[in-house]
């Protein structure tokens, strides 16, 4: 029997640390280096052999953010990223040694990421530390979806009000347009919002699938009640059953406390699960439970919990075509599809396009303390534009034209301007050869390419995704192009 027991004394302990993605280095308390993992290489620039042997500090710049982290163990609740000073070169490594516990700080890696740093001391048998592990992971993910919770809640909070504005207000003024399309989608808001009937809306990004399911909600009974948005293209994978579901106190490493999740928040109220075509396949038996029988269950719990929540689904996807392609379960989709609403785009219905284009006026005119007005020949220019970014598009551009048209007339030129791309092109002056200057045209497209991308997705997370770049160099250009 003795055979079939891994004797772990014989495993390379160099070979199993090269195969953890997260940066690792050991060193003695005087702050030698003994060992580096490839990942640690990778990260910091530095081979195995040009670190061992030498003093921490004479191998990396070291740029640690002291932090009144609490001392238990990693979650997104207990990290606060106001609380960043000045940084200190002080090795997290020589403090754990020093101190003889473990300690963790926030530090930053050589290309800017920002990375959660954790020194553990080694104890000889006099009690003495011998050695001490440090492990480095990569907290962009982590610090983008802090970012990205943050701003569900606040926008959550804003909702509430809105809806009680609406409701003690009622109108359709949050859907606008005297097309033969609005007039039915009217309609079937009216038919299904009294009942609890669950709904799946698809249109294209910007055709206003969250205005619907508002509209629905506020026309219920459950009008007072919690509305709870979850963008399931914005939530890492691996967070998403936690937020959705809830989780007991050491369900994972980081559960710290048992957390409600956001089913249980809507309780009552709408839920609105927005891309659901984004949602991960591995959860999709959970969703369709919950969507079953009612009732949820914490990660790591063995109650179940009841819920009544009304719940509206929207994607820019074909399911059915997800469905054929294995990409969606058919069970889910029809558990979802119970009441479907399509949402044509707005180049189907262009008579839409005035009654639209003069809320948002108004809407801009107010905001920026103008009074402007369309022309005849403005209001055709407009109609006659395919709007490929939907209603979304047409407030953008609204906004744009209050902006810069200097006359109070908004004149069919103006909307040409716009829509040919002078907006997008540099405002600053050419050079003598007739030329802008290639910093100055760049920026300028950088900046448009980002309020674009956050007006449509209102994550800096997802934002980095799109553009194939890192959140926190989305966040860096945010601020200095003063993009709110």
């Not at 109650?303 to 469905?323: C, G, S, W």
């Amino acid at each position: 029997m003795s055979s079939n027991i891994l004797d772990l004394k014989k495993i390379d302990i160099s070979e199993f640390a090269d195969i953890i993605d997260h940066p690792i280095h050991i060193i003695t308390p005087d702050g030698i280096v003994q060992f580096v993992n490839k990942a640690w290489s990778n990260v910091y620039g530095v081979s195995r052999e040009d670190a061992v042997g030498k003093h921490i500090k004479d191998v990396v710049e070291i740029r640690n953010f002291y932090l009144e982290l609490d001392k238990s163990p990693l979650s997104i609740s207990n990290i606060n990223y106001e609380m960043l000073d000045e940084p200190s070169d002080q090795s997290v490594a020589i403090m754990a040694a020093n101190e003889k516990r473990p300690v963790t700080m926030l530090s930053q890696t050589p290309a800017n990421n920002q990375v959660l740093v954790s020194g553990n001391p080694f104890f000889d048998e006099n009690g003495e530390v011998s050695f001490v592990v440090t492990i480095i992971q990569d907290l962009t993910m982590l610090s983008s979806w802090h970012s990205y919770l943050k701003e569900v809640h606040e926008e959550n909070e804003l909702t509430q009000k809105e809806l009680l504005y609406l409701r003690a207000n009622l109108n359709d003024s949050s859907l606008l347009g005297n097309s033969k399309s609005m007039s039915e989608l009217r309609k079937l808001i009216s038919i299904v919002a009294p009942s609890d009937a669950t709904v799946l809306i698809h249109g294209e990004s910007g055709t206003g699938k969250e205005v619907v399911s508002k509209e629905i909600h506020f026309r219920s009974g459950r009008a007072e009640k919690p509305f709870i948005t979850v963008n399931c293209a914005a939530i890492p994978e691996n967070l998403m059953e936690s937020e959705l579901f809830g989780h007991e106190k050491g369900a994972f490493t980081g559960a710290v406390s048992s957390k409600a999740g956001l089913f249980e928040m809507a309780n009552h109220g709408t839920i609105l699960l927005d891309e659901i075509g984004e949602f991960p396949m591995s959860l999709q038996p959970k969703l369709l439970r919950v969507l079953q029988e009612r009732e949820i269950r914490h990660v790591g719990g063995t109650k179940t919990i009841p819920i009544d929540v009304r719940v509206i689904a929207a994607t820019n996807r074909d399911l059915h075509q997800m469905v054929k392609d294995g990409q969606f379960r058919s069970d889910l989709f029809y558990r979802l599809n119970v009441f479907p609403i399509n949402i044509l785009p707005l180049r189907d219905r262009p008579e839409d396009i005035p009654a639209l284009a003069s809320s948002f006026l108004a809407k801009f005119n107010k905001k920026y303390n103008k009074s402007k007005f369309f022309t005849p020949s403005s209001i055709i220019a407009l109609e006659h534009y395919p709007w490929p970014g939907n209603a979304r598009e047409l407030e953008n551009t609204i906004e744009r034209l209050v902006i810069i048209s200097n006359e109070p007339a908004i004149t069919a030129d103006d909307v040409n301007y716009i829509m040919n791309a002078g907006f997008n092109a540099p405002q600053a002056a050419v050079n003598s050869y007739g030329f802008v200057d290639l910093k100055t045209a760049v920026e300028n497209l950088e900046k448009e390419m980002i309020q674009t991308a956050y007006a449509e997705f209102k994550s800096s997370y997802k934002v980095a995704e799109v553009l194939g770049t890192s959140q926190s160099t989305i966040a860096r250009k945010m601020k200095q192009y003063e993009i709110e």
